[in-house]
């Protein structure tokens, strides 16, 4: 009996957008950041948070049997997790992801249907509303908050990078699409003898300097204002691409590579990093969700495979390329490393991280990239 | 390290409606119906549901990496469990209530905080669009297809209730609000000396009455038409109601359960049977987000735990009411069963099964109970 097959999977996946929703709303609501001053009874939580009485109990014990609150004697507190994750006072905060899957994904995804017969994007651009990024773009203390809650969701992965790269074999490097910079300030940090640029467009740059001021590496890195497309991407042994590829076409994406090759001597690097997906296109649910999610966002982005990033980076003239597994995660998973490509000449990494994501724009089209949640314990 | 608190679990569930509006939108589009005729190359199944090839190949794998499909040599199939439970040819289809959370729900919790904020429902009601339910009980194949879905839903329970509660003691029983009538079949066949009523609205009779002939009870079966707050409701020995409080408001559930002990001899019993809270209101997440369900759907309604149902049976007059764990599930899970009420005079019982669902219609406002997922293998 027990080997037959039951509908329990197909209802909790399907159903899933009950749980997420209400975790999402809480977010929204502050109810962690709350909670993160003192735990609170119910009533009071109500009061703080402009709930009704219909449905305020049911929200705060569903959240605490998903295991996002606790409770004791009516009084509710975070947990562990959701105490570190989803203050926004606490560094460590990630909930300007799940606040930008509220306030748009949840609702493009509504259109997912009609993208995947249409293969059209589902966001403001179809609907001629005025684009999130834009917006955010223009808003120089809510990007600020929206890079820092994105460095939180990269960090431990940015730490890896920093550690597990042979850096040692170069002197100079840059992040391409840098955002609040933290991959670049973990490089710095971890290999004194380096100095690098972070790329990015103009507004970024003073979000960028403060940063790298915090964390005491402003001699050693500095901001370059551009636009990949447009503009020549600037010179330096080792390129990283974190999250890039993906928002693009793949013409666009080889265009990217290849201008990666050029601006990189006989003995460069180029690392690039993203949810990839497995060559078999059959485990990582979460690159291929990522995947769909471009389809929502961008007009031809897509996640891709170890195997196609090689490829791609063979045919712009790198050479052994190779994919590496990242075992040095903090939270002891191991990761998929897609290619990394090193030759004499010059060579390609692709560091790949399933289920990772760091949200940054460029362009119109968003850049998402998930990061594989391994956060580090001191704080940037 | 591995102690270190880890934003996994809440990435996952943040995200959770990626994986859930993907798998909405391969029962909307019938990929399993489909599948289930023969497996199907990527490209064969494009052309058949309309997929751009943008996308197409993502979406088909994320269902691969999800478990809901199988793929070898590029075709694909369903798998044990979607092709028993998402194929609408078969008897077994529980896909109905995903057809109506991916064409109603998802939207529709889309306005949770707003929910949460003014305890106002979310759904057709709010915005004076024709009520889903209206249009659905209008169209006499769509409401036969729809109460079949429900029946495959909810069989599971149906077979333990039939089973489980001492029915020898007794000769005749009414199913409130019964839909198909899969619960009344149910008892009607494990119990062949017992009669009873399936009591519904009007447009529910030949549904019922077909149903309960294509099971070959019809001898002891009858359906009574009849609207449970405004009329009384028939007499019998037993009366049951399953997924029926939890739309309702206090008060109106109070009188569902006055009204029912009216209907009842001396030694006559209620069952009332729902996705019930645990006492604690901390482990049943399904539960909870069903309470938060129907502050999205109906005016009043929410779900209770087994310590409110046994409190209102005694206050309505029933005595001796227990909670009983229901140990007769056919996937063996342990479900939690609400309060039994037995005296001399009269008894009431609750089963609940946590994680269970059944939609069907009533009013405007919607009866939505989630069964517990356990299918027999027979079908009706």
């Given at each position: 009996m027990s080997e037959d097959p039951t509908p329990d999977q197909i209802m909790q996946v399907g159903l899933g957008f009950w749980a997420s929703k209400t975790l999402l709303s809480a977010v929204e609501m502050e109810l962690f950041t709350e909670l993160a001053r003192h735990p609170e009874s119910g009533e009071a939580l109500r009061d703080r948070l402009g709930l009704h009485p219909r449905s305020s109990q049911d929200f705060l014990d569903a959240?605490?049997?998903l295991g996002f609150l606790e409770r004791g004697d009516g009084v509710y507190?975070?947990?562990?997790?959701?105490d570190l994750f989803l203050d926004k006072h606490n560094p460590s905060y990630i909930g300007g992801i799940l606040e930008m899957a509220n306030?748009?994904?949840?609702?493009?995804w509504g259109g997912l249907t009609?993208?995947?017969?249409?293969?059209?994007?589902?966001?403001?651009?179809?609907?001629?509303?005025?684009p999130f990024f834009q917006a955010l773009y223009a808003d120089p203390a809510r990007l600020k908050g929206f890079l820092a809650a994105m460095t939180g969701l990269s960090h431990g992965a940015n730490l890896a990078i920093a550690?597990?790269?042979?850096?040692?074999?170069?002197?100079?490097?840059?992040d391409i699409g840098t955002a609040q910079g933290d991959l670049a300030v973990q490089i710095a940090l971890a290999n004194e003898h380096l100095t690098g640029v972070g790329f990015d467009l103009p507004e970024v740059a003073p979000i960028f300097e403060d940063y790298v001021e915090h964390n005491g590496v402003q001699e050693r890195l500095r901001f370059a204002a551009g636009d990949f497309f447009a503009d020549d991407l600037p010179k330096a042994d080792v390129l990283v691409m974190g999250h890039i590829l993906h928002d693009w076409s793949l013409d666009e994406k080889r265009k990217l590579i290849s201008k990666a090759h050029e601006?990189?001597?006989e003995e460069g690097a180029l690392i690039v990093y993203e949810t990839i997906i497995d060559d078999d296109r059959s485990k990582n649910a979460f690159g291929l969700l990522m995947s769909l999610n471009m389809l929502i966002e961008t007009e031809h982005g897509f996640d891709y495979t170890a195997a196609d990033c090689m490829g791609w980076m063979t045919d712009a003239g790198f050479s052994r390329t190779r994919a590496e597994p990242d075992r040095a995660g903090l939270n002891g998973h191991r990761r998929e490393v897609a290619a990394r490509a090193r030759t004499p000449a010059?060579?390609?990494?692709?560091?790949?991280?399933?289920?990772?994501?760091?949200e940054h724009s460029r362009r119109p089209g968003v850049r998402l990239g998930l990061q594989e949640p391994s956060v580090s314990k001191?704080?940037?």
């Amino acid at each position: 009996m027990s080997e037959d097959p039951t509908p329990d999977q197909i209802m909790q996946v399907g159903l899933g957008f009950w749980a997420s929703k209400t975790l999402l709303s809480a977010v929204e609501m502050e109810l962690f950041t709350e909670l993160a001053r003192h735990p609170e009874s119910g009533e009071a939580l109500r009061d703080r948070l402009g709930l009704h009485p219909r449905s305020s109990q049911d929200f705060l014990d569903a959240l605490v049997a998903l295991g996002f609150l606790e409770r004791g004697d009516g009084v509710y507190r975070n947990t562990p997790s959701t105490d570190l994750f989803l203050d926004k006072h606490n560094p460590s905060y990630i909930g300007g992801i799940l606040e930008m899957a509220n306030q748009r994904l949840y609702r493009f995804w509504g259109g997912l249907t009609e993208a995947l017969r249409t293969g059209q994007l589902q966001n403001e651009a179809k609907s001629g509303e005025m684009p999130f990024f834009q917006a955010l773009y223009a808003d120089p203390a809510r990007l600020k908050g929206f890079l820092a809650a994105m460095t939180g969701l990269s960090h431990g992965a940015n730490l890896a990078i920093a550690r597990q790269f042979p850096w040692h074999e170069h002197e100079t490097f840059v992040d391409i699409g840098t955002a609040q910079g933290d991959l670049a300030v973990q490089i710095a940090l971890a290999n004194e003898h380096l100095t690098g640029v972070g790329f990015d467009l103009p507004e970024v740059a003073p979000i960028f300097e403060d940063y790298v001021e915090h964390n005491g590496v402003q001699e050693r890195l500095r901001f370059a204002a551009g636009d990949f497309f447009a503009d020549d991407l600037p010179k330096a042994d080792v390129l990283v691409m974190g999250h890039i590829l993906h928002d693009w076409s793949l013409d666009e994406k080889r265009k990217l590579i290849s201008k990666a090759h050029e601006a990189l001597p006989e003995e460069g690097a180029l690392i690039v990093y993203e949810t990839i997906i497995d060559d078999d296109r059959s485990k990582n649910a979460f690159g291929l969700l990522m995947s769909l999610n471009m389809l929502i966002e961008t007009e031809h982005g897509f996640d891709y495979t170890a195997a196609d990033c090689m490829g791609w980076m063979t045919d712009a003239g790198f050479s052994r390329t190779r994919a590496e597994p990242d075992r040095a995660g903090l939270n002891g998973h191991r990761r998929e490393v897609a290619a990394r490509a090193r030759t004499p000449a010059s060579g390609a990494d692709c560091y790949a991280r399933p289920g990772c994501t760091r949200e940054h724009s460029r362009r119109p089209g968003v850049r998402l990239g998930l990061q594989e949640p391994s956060v580090s314990k001191g704080k940037p």
